[in-house]
């Protein structure tokens, strides 16, 4: 995810487990599915089309991951 090479092929499913092990509550309200975590001021809206990640979205969370630098440790 982290390269952009597919960023119109990540399955919604994964990314919401993605961000939930690292951190991110989650709540949903009709087909928006809303992340927030502890210490961000960010907030993430996602909503699946055809059970994929918009790309854009895809791109969103790639820029918060590599901005507070999540992943490189939160996730075994």
Do not use: W
């Not at 001021?41 to 979205?57: D, F, M, R, S, T």
């Amino acid at each position: 995810m982290l390269s952009g090479s597919a960023d119109a092929n990540v399955e919604f499913s994964h990314l919401c487990q993605l961000l939930a092990r690292l951190g991110f509550e989650e709540r949903v309200k009709g087909s928006h599915h809303i992340f927030t975590r502890e210490g961000m001021e960010e907030i993430l809206n996602l909503q699946p089309k055809g059970g994929k990640v918009k790309a854009y979205q895809v791109k969103q969370v790639r820029n918060i991951l590599v901005k507070y630098r999540l992943g490189e440790t939160d996730v075994d």
